[in-house]
């Protein structure tokens, strides 16, 4: 027997079956929210509406059939988690989805938002939906502040690269130390004779750089404490015991591999991370391609800049590296190779929680 639910305001009635089980799909906006119920029992379409982007609009519409919604779904993005942290605490279940994993038709004549949302719930409903981890809002905070310090590193480089572009293009020689930023080749370009108007602009350029190594040190200050808390004091502890990581990049790892325990195999881990080769194999066929376009880029980024270090520092990692160097060739190969390596070492000493054991532990 069918009953009809009239849901808030002007909104359509949506019509479902005593103990119907309905997925839920939302394609979400900045502005807007395009909604589709798929019936899992009659394996049909029940409804689709748009809505404007509130996680509380969106609950008020579903709680005439409460009963019905076994789970909602949407894909991560640059909305965040808001939604899905609305919908929890009116009592939903809900999953935020990979974007990377989602299956797409071969072929499409059409994309909308309306098509996007009823594949969501279709899939939904069929367990073909891969989801990925919800962070608490304290995680979220203490992954942005760490993700800033990167911002403002990445900030320092960009005006470096400008000050040396204009040195070049004006046909000014580089004063020594200037391949290392000392302070004596800082210095001296703030004391370079130019033409006013050159000279006007390598000053707002040296400006600039003070400004953004002064708010480099302050936010790398705050890392620091906050990797000395209570929160990520042990796992900081196991981190650095790795020659040549030091508390900022094992701050760096702990916020972007949320909740190690997740991972029950190392090749999810490489996956997670981006470092995962892919493989295309067709009967007798087998290649190697490049590594997968999933995971965690800043992660990827992370781990590669602390291999460079490891290799550095370790000399089993050093060995483990030319090793690798003489088979595949190239140094960018062999990093990566040696990253993937890197950071398997460190999920299971967080997961363990036990110290580093050498290069050539099992990873």
């Given at each position: 027997m069918s009953r009809k639910t009239r849901t808030p305001g002007n909104a359509k009635r949506i019509s479902v079956e005593e103990g119907e089980r309905i997925y839920v799909g939302v394609d979400v906006h900045k502005k807007s929210y395009h909604v589709a119920l798929w019936s899992r029992d009659r394996e049909c379409l029940v409804t689709v509406w748009s809505q404007p982007s509130q996680g509380q609009v969106l609950a008020d519409r579903l709680d005439p059939i409460r009963s019905a919604v076994v789970r909602v779904f949407y894909e991560a993005g640059p909305t965040g988690f808001g939604l899905a942290r609305d919908l929890r605490e009116r009592g939903y279940e809900v999953e935020v989805v990979s974007p990377a994993h989602t299956k797409r038709p071969a072929v499409r004549q059409a994309k909308t938002d309306s098509l996007d949302c009823r594949e969501l719930a279709r899939q939904g409903a069929k367990s073909e939906l891969h989801p990925?981890?919800?962070?608490?809002?304290?995680?979220?905070?203490?992954?942005?502040?760490?993700r800033l310090r990167q911002q403002?590193?990445?900030?320092?480089?960009?005006?470096?690269?400008?000050?040396k572009s204009f040195l070049l293009y004006h046909g000014i020689a580089e004063p020594p130390g200037l391949k290392t930023w000392s302070a004596k080749a800082v210095k001296q370009l703030r004391g370079l004779r130019l033409s006013e108007r050159l000279r006007r602009c390598l000053d707002l350029l040296l400006d600039d750089l003070e400004r953004a190594e002064e708010a480099l040190k302050e936010v790398t200050r705050e890392v620091k404490a906050l990797s000395a808390g209570?929160?990520?004091?042990?796992?900081?502890?196991?981190?650095?015991?790795?020659?040549?990581?030091?508390?900022?990049?094992?701050?760096?790892?702990?916020?972007?591999?949320?909740?190690?325990?997740?991972?029950?195999?190392?090749?999810?881990?490489?996956?997670?991370?981006g470092l995962a080769p892919g493989i295309r194999a067709s009967g007798e066929t087998v290649r190697l391609q490049g590594l997968m376009k999933t995971g965690n880029p800043r992660l990827k980024t992370i781990l590669v800049e602390a291999a460079w270090c490891w290799v550095r520092y370790d000399a089993g990692a050093r060995k483990l590296y030319h090793r690798l160097l003489g088979r595949l060739r190239l140094k960018q190969k062999a990093i990566v190779a040696m990253a993937r390596r890197l950071g398997i070492i460190l999920w299971r000493m967080l997961t363990r929680?036990?110290?580093?054991?050498?290069?050539?532990?099992?990873?």
């Open positions: 990925v981890y919800v962070p608490t809002i304290e995680e979220e905070q203490d992954r942005q502040l760490v403002r590193r990445d900030r320092c480089k960009e005006i470096k690269m400008q000050i209570p929160r990520f004091k042990e796992g900081t502890a196991l981190c650095v015991t790795v020659p040549g990581i030091a508390e900022v990049t094992a701050m760096g790892i702990q916020t972007e591999m949320l909740a190690p325990g997740r991972f029950h195999r190392a090749a999810d881990v490489s996956s997670y991370q929680k036990e110290p580093y054991r050498g290069a050539t532990a099992a990873a």
